[in-house]
Protein backbone atom coordinates (compact mmCIF):
# COMPACT_ATOMS: atom_id res chain seq x y z
CA UNK A 1 0.00 0.00 0.00
CA UNK A 2 1.34 3.43 -1.18
CA UNK A 3 1.74 6.12 1.96
CA UNK A 4 -0.16 8.66 0.00
CA UNK A 5 -3.12 7.83 -2.66
CA UNK A 6 -4.46 10.46 -5.07
CA UNK A 7 -6.58 9.85 -7.63
CA UNK A 8 -4.62 11.12 -11.12
CA UNK A 9 -7.75 11.96 -12.82
CA UNK A 10 -7.66 13.10 -15.39
CA UNK A 11 -10.17 15.76 -14.76
CA UNK A 12 -12.05 18.07 -16.32
CA UNK A 13 -14.87 20.54 -15.50
CA UNK A 14 -16.16 23.99 -16.90
CA UNK A 15 -15.11 26.92 -15.86
CA UNK A 16 -16.49 28.71 -12.91
CA UNK A 17 -17.20 25.32 -10.98
CA UNK A 18 -16.21 24.02 -8.09
CA UNK A 19 -13.38 21.78 -7.74
CA UNK A 20 -12.68 18.65 -5.16
CA UNK A 21 -9.55 17.12 -4.82
CA UNK A 22 -8.38 14.52 -2.47
CA UNK A 23 -5.98 12.09 -0.79
CA UNK A 24 -5.90 9.60 1.49
CA UNK A 25 -2.62 8.55 3.72
CA UNK A 26 -1.99 5.45 5.88
CA UNK A 27 0.88 6.83 7.91
CA UNK A 28 -0.31 8.46 11.23
CA UNK A 29 3.20 10.36 11.61
CA UNK A 30 2.45 12.59 8.79
CA UNK A 31 1.76 16.12 10.68
CA UNK A 32 2.14 18.74 7.81
CA UNK A 33 0.20 18.54 4.84
CA UNK A 34 0.59 20.53 1.38
CA UNK A 35 -1.19 21.33 -1.95
CA UNK A 36 1.52 22.11 -4.25
CA UNK A 37 0.55 23.06 -8.20
CA UNK A 38 2.67 22.09 -11.31
CA UNK A 39 2.59 23.49 -14.57
CA UNK A 40 3.46 21.66 -17.46
CA UNK A 41 7.39 21.90 -17.86
CA UNK A 42 7.69 23.36 -14.55
CA UNK A 43 8.40 22.51 -10.72
CA UNK A 44 6.10 22.16 -8.37
CA UNK A 45 5.25 25.17 -6.16
CA UNK A 46 3.47 25.30 -2.84
CA UNK A 47 -0.36 26.27 -2.88
CA UNK A 48 -1.48 25.60 0.48
CA UNK A 49 0.23 24.01 3.90
CA UNK A 50 -1.84 22.93 7.20
CA UNK A 51 -0.97 21.61 10.25
CA UNK A 52 -3.96 20.53 11.69
CA UNK A 53 -7.32 19.04 11.54
CA UNK A 54 -9.58 21.47 9.99
CA UNK A 55 -10.35 24.03 6.98
CA UNK A 56 -7.79 26.44 5.75
CA UNK A 57 -8.66 29.20 3.58
CA UNK A 58 -6.38 31.06 0.77
CA UNK A 59 -8.31 33.54 -1.53
CA UNK A 60 -10.13 30.82 -3.89
CA UNK A 61 -8.74 28.01 -1.93
CA UNK A 62 -9.99 26.11 1.02
CA UNK A 63 -7.21 23.09 2.36
CA UNK A 64 -9.25 20.42 4.32
CA UNK A 65 -7.44 18.36 6.82
CA UNK A 66 -9.55 14.78 8.69
CA UNK A 67 -6.52 13.32 10.77
CA UNK A 68 -8.77 10.70 12.26
CA UNK A 69 -10.08 10.01 8.91
CA UNK A 70 -6.41 10.27 7.37
CA UNK A 71 -7.91 12.02 4.52
CA UNK A 72 -7.39 15.37 2.83
CA UNK A 73 -8.87 17.75 -0.01
CA UNK A 74 -8.30 21.11 -1.52
CA UNK A 75 -11.32 22.46 -3.25
CA UNK A 76 -10.85 25.24 -6.08
CA UNK A 77 -13.97 27.93 -6.03
CA UNK A 78 -14.70 30.02 -9.22
CA UNK A 79 -12.19 27.83 -10.90
CA UNK A 80 -10.39 29.71 -14.12
CA UNK A 81 -8.47 28.52 -17.43
CA UNK A 82 -5.17 29.21 -15.78
CA UNK A 83 -5.73 26.25 -12.84
CA UNK A 84 -5.47 24.08 -15.03
CA UNK A 85 -2.46 22.01 -13.70
CA UNK A 86 -0.86 18.60 -11.84
CA UNK A 87 -2.07 19.05 -8.33
CA UNK A 88 0.02 17.56 -5.69
CA UNK A 89 -0.71 16.53 -2.18
CA UNK A 90 2.29 16.38 0.27
CA UNK A 91 2.72 14.91 3.53
CA UNK A 92 5.71 15.30 5.79
CA UNK A 93 7.22 13.32 8.69
CA UNK A 94 9.92 13.45 11.03
CA UNK A 95 13.56 11.77 9.79
CA UNK A 96 16.19 11.49 12.27
CA UNK A 97 18.48 14.61 13.39
CA UNK A 98 15.20 16.50 13.08
CA UNK A 99 14.84 17.00 9.76
CA UNK A 100 11.18 16.56 7.84
CA UNK A 101 10.63 14.17 4.60
CA UNK A 102 8.30 14.79 1.61
CA UNK A 103 6.03 12.27 0.37
CA UNK A 104 4.17 13.33 -2.13
CA UNK A 105 0.82 11.64 -3.83
CA UNK A 106 0.87 10.96 -7.47
CA UNK A 107 -0.81 13.98 -8.70
CA UNK A 108 -4.32 14.90 -10.15
CA UNK A 109 -3.99 16.65 -13.77
CA UNK A 110 -6.81 19.05 -13.48
CA UNK A 111 -7.97 20.87 -16.79
CA UNK A 112 -10.54 23.97 -16.60
CA UNK A 113 -12.62 24.69 -19.70
CA UNK A 114 -13.26 28.07 -20.79
CA UNK B 1 15.45 36.65 -5.14
CA UNK B 2 16.54 34.06 -7.34
CA UNK B 3 14.91 30.69 -7.81
CA UNK B 4 16.64 27.42 -7.87
CA UNK B 5 19.06 27.19 -11.12
CA UNK B 6 19.27 23.92 -12.49
CA UNK B 7 21.16 22.50 -15.84
CA UNK B 8 20.78 21.02 -18.21
CA UNK B 9 17.16 21.12 -19.16
CA UNK B 10 17.10 18.35 -21.09
CA UNK B 11 19.23 15.73 -22.12
CA UNK B 12 19.10 12.65 -24.03
CA UNK B 13 21.36 9.54 -23.52
CA UNK B 14 21.70 5.95 -24.14
CA UNK B 15 21.48 3.34 -21.69
CA UNK B 16 24.68 2.48 -20.07
CA UNK B 17 25.94 6.06 -20.52
CA UNK B 18 26.74 8.71 -17.75
CA UNK B 19 25.33 11.44 -16.98
CA UNK B 20 25.21 14.92 -14.38
CA UNK B 21 22.99 17.34 -13.81
CA UNK B 22 23.67 20.46 -11.90
CA UNK B 23 21.67 22.57 -9.36
CA UNK B 24 22.23 25.90 -7.47
CA UNK B 25 19.90 26.53 -5.07
CA UNK B 26 18.68 29.66 -3.51
CA UNK B 27 21.23 32.17 -1.96
CA UNK B 28 21.52 31.26 1.70
CA UNK B 29 19.42 28.03 1.64
CA UNK B 30 20.95 25.23 3.46
CA UNK B 31 19.01 22.66 2.69
CA UNK B 32 18.90 21.19 -0.27
CA UNK B 33 16.95 18.12 -2.23
CA UNK B 34 16.92 15.83 -5.15
CA UNK B 35 13.80 14.58 -6.45
CA UNK B 36 13.15 11.61 -9.32
CA UNK B 37 9.60 12.41 -11.05
CA UNK B 38 8.45 9.72 -13.29
CA UNK B 39 6.31 10.24 -15.65
CA UNK B 40 2.34 10.59 -14.23
CA UNK B 41 3.92 10.31 -10.77
CA UNK B 42 4.23 12.27 -7.71
CA UNK B 43 8.17 13.57 -6.90
CA UNK B 44 10.00 10.61 -5.20
CA UNK B 45 13.05 11.99 -2.61
CA UNK B 46 16.32 10.60 -3.65
CA UNK B 47 18.89 12.68 -1.72
CA UNK B 48 18.52 15.26 1.41
CA UNK B 49 21.65 17.94 2.35
CA UNK B 50 22.03 20.22 5.01
CA UNK B 51 25.25 22.29 4.17
CA UNK B 52 27.10 19.73 2.73
CA UNK B 53 26.73 16.77 4.49
CA UNK B 54 23.69 14.21 3.78
CA UNK B 55 20.49 13.91 5.93
CA UNK B 56 18.89 11.02 4.31
CA UNK B 57 19.73 9.24 0.87
CA UNK B 58 17.46 6.12 1.87
CA UNK B 59 15.83 6.43 -1.81
CA UNK B 60 19.10 6.81 -3.67
CA UNK B 61 19.94 3.95 -6.23
CA UNK B 62 23.57 4.18 -4.75
CA UNK B 63 24.94 1.44 -7.39
CA UNK B 64 24.07 3.84 -9.76
CA UNK B 65 23.45 7.42 -8.57
CA UNK B 66 25.54 9.39 -6.76
CA UNK B 67 25.62 13.45 -5.46
CA UNK B 68 27.47 15.77 -3.82
CA UNK B 69 27.11 19.13 -2.23
CA UNK B 70 30.39 20.35 -2.15
CA UNK B 71 30.79 23.89 0.23
CA UNK B 72 27.63 23.38 1.13
CA UNK B 73 26.28 25.42 -2.04
CA UNK B 74 25.51 23.40 -5.40
CA UNK B 75 25.37 19.81 -5.68
CA UNK B 76 25.79 17.58 -8.72
CA UNK B 77 24.04 14.71 -9.21
CA UNK B 78 25.09 11.47 -11.39
CA UNK B 79 24.04 8.95 -12.73
CA UNK B 80 26.62 6.11 -14.50
CA UNK B 81 25.20 3.60 -15.43
CA UNK B 82 22.09 5.10 -16.88
CA UNK B 83 18.99 2.51 -17.32
CA UNK B 84 15.84 2.52 -18.81
CA UNK B 85 14.08 3.63 -16.21
CA UNK B 86 16.25 6.54 -14.76
CA UNK B 87 14.26 8.26 -17.39
CA UNK B 88 12.07 11.01 -15.44
CA UNK B 89 12.36 14.74 -14.48
CA UNK B 90 14.89 15.31 -11.51
CA UNK B 91 14.17 18.46 -9.60
CA UNK B 92 15.86 19.98 -7.21
CA UNK B 93 14.35 21.95 -4.51
CA UNK B 94 16.07 24.09 -1.34
CA UNK B 95 14.93 25.64 1.67
CA UNK B 96 16.27 28.27 4.11
CA UNK B 97 15.96 25.42 6.93
CA UNK B 98 15.04 21.75 7.50
CA UNK B 99 11.22 22.89 7.53
CA UNK B 100 9.54 21.39 4.62
CA UNK B 101 7.04 23.91 3.99
CA UNK B 102 9.77 26.51 2.99
CA UNK B 103 11.08 24.53 -0.04
CA UNK B 104 11.33 25.87 -3.30
CA UNK B 105 11.68 23.99 -6.44
CA UNK B 106 13.81 24.54 -9.49
CA UNK B 107 12.12 23.79 -13.35
CA UNK B 108 14.04 20.07 -13.24
CA UNK B 109 16.12 18.46 -15.86
CA UNK B 110 13.70 15.88 -18.01
CA UNK B 111 16.22 12.72 -18.68
CA UNK B 112 15.29 10.34 -21.57
CA UNK B 113 17.66 7.09 -21.65
CA UNK B 114 17.15 5.12 -25.01
Not at chain 1, 75 to 102: N, V
Amino acid sequence: QKEVEQDPGPLSVPEGAIVSLNCTYSNSAFQYFMWYRQYSRKGPELLMYTYSSGNKEDGRFTAQVDKSSKYISLFIRDSQPSDSATYLCAMSGTLGQGAQKLVFGQGTRLTINP
Amino acid sequence: EAGVAQSPRYKIIEKRQSVAFWCNPISGHATLYWYQQILGQGPKLLIQFQNNGVVDDSQLPKDRFSAERLKGVDSTLKIQPAKLEDSAVYLCASSLARTVKTQYFGPGTRLLVL
